[in-house]
């Protein structure tokens, strides 16, 4: 039996992603000359080292390094008898030649680089066998003589193979099937679109659609298993310190992965899942941009006129109730006349995020309302501007913000929920918030809606939104048309703090810009869409590509969460668009 070596398992994991030395040195800066070291096996690398490639190939440490274990060729040998026999059961259940082996195979493939060989080998040759066993049955209706013989050998000849390659595998650990045409290719993590093809006339619907299921579609068109990205967002939130994060994932505008991990509460140890009662932070704002579209679309309100036709007062002397919602700073800067409801959810208003915060994001309790800017002439990042057109929107209709979503999101998806105003029927359901260190957060029970940020919902409910929203495009929705209408170019160094009255032209090449509550980019699959949250103790972020169908909710009770948002959109959808510099998503090993 051949000894298994870092080197051997680097060569495997390498080619199986396809990268060259060269590639592989770019993405872990180890050299081209220490990795051909490794690769030949002769140095043994420094444990740091190994880290850095094993994240460049998004595997596991002990995918690279090898362990002693006595058990081991045991093990090897159990599973190779079960990829070669199992075929066997093929002879009495149709198709159960091709199914066995494909699930063994899909399962242990990246466990060992041998299950991976002789898997690919033993379903190559076996639905040649059922192809080659339906032409020799099409052949005995339509042809006399050789047509009767080509039938009958087929099934002792694959008999024969079978035996044989049972009795070689447990010997040598080698194999060899003749006349196998290779529809799966060891150089490819994915089946081939020929192979595909063979397979959907083979496989009945039900085991197809199970197949696709447990694989998730990226934008560059590879893939990658749900265990695998189960097992990468484990290692993720574990190093990184999420106390708990979920996730949801779609392919073809519907949800192909939803999972949670960690705790809802850290110090009860209570697991966190996907209905649980989550703060949605800015979703808000995404949430409430799809329901002004719903009703510019009833042409029951107005994007682009001024904020102040729809009060009697001027907005400076509207009565609010409350002194610190109300906007009699503006009283002496008429520019709010300008202000539009197009503005307030593309944030080019000119209103600072919160008159509480300063530029640079400190809390200054004695702060001033401000228009920074004359409105839409730019981007700034602003929840004032948000609450002012929640303002408006609630004396067209009459209606409050909690009854208008209701209304017009929550109840049509089926969102049961969600809210814009805590509710009793919550409590004993909800996640607390948890601190960099990971302590919790004591619950802040809302006591008014807010445009900007009050919604309550779940993983489960925010996913039927952003499906919805997806399948809306699919349609070519004349709501998701206002959705996405790009209507100011961000050219700020970051979204918020210091460097966001900084000018740059960093994003220039995704063509950074804002719709109505949603950030917009440009991709070469197309615009994305998406939407971040971030409050006390919560750190969230979506985006979806519409042309491909594919997108990606995370949404987290943990202050850490932002340090690996990066690379869980690079590994779940392929996705290296997201500006996380500007938003200032920096990678929690790159951090001071």
């Known amino acids: 039996m051949d000894t298994t070596t870092i080197g051997k398992n680097l060569i495997y994991q390498r080619k199986l992603k396809g990268y060259s030395q060269e590639e592989l040195s770019d993405k872990t800066q180890v050299t081209v000359r220490t990795i051909q070291r490794i690769e030949k096996d002769d140095v043994n690398p420094h444990l740091q080292t190994v880290k850095l490639l094993a994240a460049a190939l998004d595997i596991e440490v002990d995918e690279l ?58 379903i190559n040759f076996h639905i040649t066998m059922t192809l080659l066993f339906l032409v020799a049955f ?17 099934i002792p000849f ?6 044989f390659n049972i009795l070689k595998a447990l010997k040598s650990n080698t194999c060899s099937y003749p006349l196998s045409i290779p529809f799966l290719k060891l150089d490819k993590s994915k089946i081939t679109i020929k192979s595909a093809m063979i397979m959907l006339l083979l496989l009945s619907s039900t085991f197809g659609s199970q197949l696709s299921a447990q694989n998730i ?14 097992k990468r967002i484990q290692f993720l939130t574990e190093q990184a310190k999420v106390s708990g994060i979920e996730v949801s994932v779609f392919n073809n505008s519907d949800i192909v992965y939803k999972e949670a991990f960690g705790f809802a509460n850290i110090d009860t140890k209570e697991k966190l899942r996907t209905d649980h009662i989550i703060y949605g932070a800015s979703f808000s704002k995404a949430v409430f941009g799809y329901l002004v579209a719903c009703l510019v679309d009833q042409n029951i309100f107005d994007l682009d006129k001024p904020l102040q036709h729809y009060f009697m007062a001027p907005i400076p002397k509207i009565d609010l109730g409350k002194e610190w919602r109300e906007f009699g700073d503006l009283a002496n800067d008429e520019r709010y006349k300008k202000i539009t409801g197009r503005m307030c959810l593309s944030h080019s208003s000119g209103l600072q995020n919160w008159r509480w915060v300063n530029e640079d994001g400190e809390l200054d309790e004695n702060g001033k309302l401000k228009i920074y800017f004359d409105p839409g002439t730019d981007y700034r990042y602003s929840g004032e501007g948000m609450m002012l057109l929640q303002y408006a929107i609630e004396e067209v209709t009459g209606k409050g913000l909690k009854q208008l979503a209701q209304e017009m999101v929550f109840s049509p998806l089926n969102m049961k929920n969600s809210s814009y105003l805590w509710e009793e029927r919550f409590e004993g359901n909800f996640c607390l918030g948890h601190t960099t260190d990971q302590k919790t957060i004591a619950k802040d029970r809302s006591d008014e809606t807010s445009a900007a940020g009050s919604m309550s919902t779940t993983l489960d409910d925010y996913s039927k939104f952003v499906s919805h929203i997806l399948h809306l495009e699919k349609e070519n929705s004349p709501i998701t048309k206002i959705m996405y209408e790009p209507n100011i170019k961000i050219k700020s160094k970051t979204q918020f703090g210091k460097n966001s009255t900084v000018k740059t032209d960093d994003n220039d090449d995704i063509q950074l810009n804002y719709g109505l509550g949603w950030g917009l980019l440009q991709s070469p699959y197309g615009f994305g869409a998406f939407k971040e949250g971030h409050g006390e103790g919560f750190q969230h972020y979506s985006i979806i590509f ?47």
């Open 138 to 154: 099409i052949c005995l209706l339509t042809i006399e003589g050789w047509g009767f013989f080509l039938f009958i050998a087929i």
């Open 158 to 163: 694959t008999l024969i193979v079978i035996i």
């Open 217 to 230: 579609q990226r934008l560059d068109d590879t893939s990658i298993s749900a265990e695998a990205l189960t």
């Open 65 to 122: 390094i090898v362990l002693e274990n006595p058990k081991e060729e045991t093990i090897i040998k159990k599973w190779l008898f079960l990829l070669h026999g199992t075929p066997i059961l093929g002879l009495a259940l149709p198709l159960c030649n091709i199914l066995l082996p494909l699930f063994i195979w899909i399962h242990k493939r990246e466990d060992n680089r041998i299950y991976d060989e002789h898997g690919i080998k033993v």
């Open 546 to 592: 519409p042309e491909t169908g594919i997108g990606m909710i995370i949404m987290s009770n943990s202050d850490n969460a932002e340090g690996v948002f990066k690379e869980l959109l690079e590994i779940a959808i392929g996705d290296i668009y997201t500006p996380w510099e500007w938003e200032a998503y920096i990678p929690y090993d790159l951090k001071d």
